[in-house]
């Protein structure tokens, strides 16, 4: 079972002549390396007053992977929680809590953390210090300093702090992660399990991983022994260049088996900036709801292959409405630069300069369009959340169903009573599926009782009469699969369904 976890404490070839490839010998040691970076490596330590949930007896630390959650001796970085009759600072003994008071005690952790700045600016992760009391940061000659929290970015897990020391500090620089390859060597250095300066190397596994974190997914994969309280701490590239902020390992257990994750230099790059100079990042946003292009849709659609990002749904008054995108296109490239996966455009807009105009490149009905859109910028009210379905089994009283052959749905138009049967909002046009034949590739797709079809072969149909002329044409068109738009709990995807018969 795969698990995810965050970590807290822890050429030109020659025409008519091939020549072999020219071996590299590894480094000869990584002492130099590792005297000269380590000194900007720094332990983060966060604490936090808490309920004590369960005052007749501690669960396990090591049944939580997050280990912000583990409860350690004044963040010595012991294992587990104190012994009975030892309990941690600010909490009761174990036992019943005193009569009307709640128990509670202070919650430690560990991270890692570096210096980008002599004045004191230092980078780690947000899981790292999220829900922190109090953040201190020691040094690599064990000063221990107060930190300020100066901002943060749960989207990308980076979190960026300040201390004021006597002197300059030592610093690290950060290097390009796109130009690390498969196969280079990589250094990392940071405070797993509490033991402060710990330095591993491996290489670069693969690049440019989505491991379902966020929307702006882009993850070097390394071998290079991650453990908990490795999170914040950077990766290093043979140059002695930061190109990754380690985030997160694969493991079963909780402890590193050779795969771990770094958030790439260059997407936490532009963050760390933001929030040194705005104390919060300010991201690029186009204003639409995307999908991945799969086979069937780029066939049922015309496309050459699968590419780009579908548009779902376009935000009222955003960006995209204003320049003309509409749902069901197909954006191709954002601002001169090719989109071949879906996941790509959310990180080319939001690193995108807020009130840019560009050039976006569209697949609609069959043709490339071409339209200019000036990029706004992303706040956490500018997305609306569609209404919820919440769909009942219908009643024989219902008004007439009809089934829509080839697709194996059959459906109703929407009414009042529909309209209060399933909570559809007013401005939702289209036809509700009531029943789904088990053996269609509409319920293979996930098509169920209680959808919105809105859409068919980008035609908006708000009739069976509609829904079967879109039907009809694509069978002139020697179609084998049809394309319907569907709000389904909420949600507005597109569907490539095979047509049978």
């Not at 009307?100 to 005690?105: C, E, W």
């Not at 702090?161 to 390859?181: C, E």
């Not at 455009?345 to 976006?360: F, M, Q, W, Y």
């Amino acid at each position: 079972m795969k698990i995810i976890l965050r970590l807290a404490v822890a050429a030109l070839a020659a025409a008519t002549v091939i020549l072999p490839a020219e071996a590299r010998n590894g480094p000869e040691g990584f002492a130099d390396l590792a005297d000269r970076l380590s000194p900007a490596v720094v332990n983060i330590s966060t604490s936090q007053m808490v309920e004590r949930k369960k005052p007749d007896g501690d669960i396990p630390w090591d049944q939580f992977f997050p280990d912000q959650l583990q409860n350690r001796r004044g963040g010595s970085g012991g294992g587990g929680d104190a012994p009975d009759g030892d309990a941690p600072e600010g909490s009761a003994p174990r036992g019943n809590a005193p009569s009307g008071k709640p128990s509670r005690q202070r919650q430690t952790s560990l991270g890692s953390g570096f210096i980008i700045d002599k004045a004191g600016y230092i980078v780690t992760n947000n899981h790292v210090i999220e829900d922190a009391d109090q953040i201190s940061v020691i040094l690599d000659d064990d000063t221990v300093l107060e930190a300020k929290l100066i901002g943060r970015d749960e989207k990308v897990d980076i979190a960026l702090l300040k201390v004021n020391a006597k002197k300059d500090l030592p610093t690290v620089a950060w290097g390009n992660s796109n130009t690390a390859r498969v196969g280079d060597w990589v250094l990392a250095i940071g405070n797993p399990f509490g033991l402060s300066g710990t330095v591993t190397t491996g290489i670069v596994s693969a690049r440019a991983r989505d491991i379902k974190a966020g929307q702006y997914d882009d993850f070097i994969q390394t071998d290079a022994a991650i453990n908990r309280g490795n999170s914040g701490g950077p990766l290093f590239n043979m140059d002695g260049q930061v190109i990754g902020v380690n985030t997160a390992i694969f493991s079963p257990s909780g402890g590193s088996v050779g795969i771990g994750f770094a958030a790439s230099s260059n997407l936490v790059r532009p963050v760390l900036e933001d929030l040194r100079k705005y104390g919060r990042t300010r991201r690029g946003w186009i204003g639409v709801q995307i999908q991945s292009v799969t086979e069937e849709i780029a066939v049922s659609l015309g496309l050459d292959k699968a590419r780009g990002a579908l548009v779902s749904r376009v935000t009222e008054n955003g960006p995209a409405v204003t320049s003309g995108i509409e749902s069901s296109d197909i954006i191709l490239s954002f601002d001169g630069k090719p989109i071949d996966k879906m996941a790509e455009l959310p990180r080319l807009v939001a690193e995108t300069g807020i009130d840019k105009t560009v050039n976006v490149l569209l697949w609609r009905k069959g043709q490339q369009k071409t339209v200019k859109l000036k990029v706004g910028e992303l706040r956490d009210d500018k997305e609306k959340a569609v209404a919820s379905l919440e769909p009942d089994a219908p009643t024989q009283e219902e008004v007439k169903k009809t089934e829509i052959k080839g697709l194996g749905v059959t459906v109703v138009e929407i009414s009042d009573a529909t309209r209060e049967k399933y909570a559809i909002p007013d401005s939702v046009r289209g036809l509700v599926v009531v029943a789904v034949d088990d053996l269609s590739d509409a319920a293979l797709k996930g098509i169920r009782a209680g959808d919105v079809i809105d859409e068919m072969q980008q035609t908006h149909i708000g009739s069976v009469a509609d829904a079967e002329a879109a039907l009809g044409q694509a069978k002139q068109a020697s179609r084998t699969t049809l394309l319907l738009r569907v709000m389904s709990a909420g949600t507005i995807r597109y569907v490539a369904v095979k047509m049978a018969g």
